[in-house]
């Protein structure tokens, strides 16, 4: 899942982004509307955590403005105000959610996987294909009922490809949905994790390599 944290509150941005890190998702920071503009203009996010009151461009604008390009990416609105009012005007301003600071992280990382979900064909909860069970709520992968023990992106690449339903899916798009842009296209990362999470998912090997194309389970 690749998600982008819009906050002004540096500190806090960076702590929400480090915790999502760790719960194999891709994260990008900015710290002002304009630069939330910037980066929805070049990367495709499945959700946008997104503080109401921000420099530059206010976050109601930043809202507004994905609400019109008509992307089907989902917006968490985070506000240092409670009252029901706020709640609903950002509602209507065309949020998905809303979250009143200060926040439990654990909800924040619920909401966010539950808005991800959205974006996409509805699956089942607990993802299962060629023997392996992928568990993204719990963070827990198993083969033939044996649990594997995965890293954060070992772990995002194996539920891409667990989500693509036994289709290609392309180093590109790997790097896409599983790495930040802070990570430099032309490196062989995708290709060394792949073989890592080939290794630790044992044999017969799951995941095949298309020439050419990218990968597959």
């Not at 392996?132 to 083969?143: G, Q």
């Amino acid at each position: 899942m690749r998600v982008l944290v819009v906050e002004d509150e540096q500190l806090l941005a960076d702590a929400v982004a480090t915790g999502l890190r760790r719960e194999a998702m891709a994260v990008d920071v900015v710290y002002d509307g304009g630069a939330a503009l910037e980066r929805i203009g070049v990367n495709d996010y499945d959700v946008v955590v997104l503080d109401r009151d921000l420099p530059v461009v206010h976050g109601d604008d930043v809202c507004r403005r994905l609400v019109e390009l008509g992307l089907p990416t989902r917006v968490l609105m985070l506000t240092a105000s409670g009252d029901v009012s706020d709640r609903v005007e950002g509602l209507e301003l065309g949020a998905d959610d809303y979250l009143p600071k200060p926040f439990a992280f654990s909800e924040l990382t619920a909401r966010v996987r539950a808005l991800g979900r959205r974006t996409t064909a509805p699956l089942p909860p607990v993802l299962e294909r060629s023997g392996i069970k992928l568990d993204p709520n719990r963070r827990e992968v198993f083969r033939d009922g044996q649990e594997i023990h995965l890293a954060p992106k070992e772990f995002a690449v194996l539920e891409v490809l667990m989500r693509s339903e036994g289709s290609v899916v392309s180093a590109e798009q790997l790097l896409e949905k599983a790495w930040d842009e802070n990570t430099d296209p032309f490196t062989n990362v995708v290709r060394v994790t792949v073989m890592t999470l080939r290794r630790k998912l044992g044999e017969p090997a799951v995941i095949v390599t298309v020439p050419g194309s990218g990968y597959r389970i």
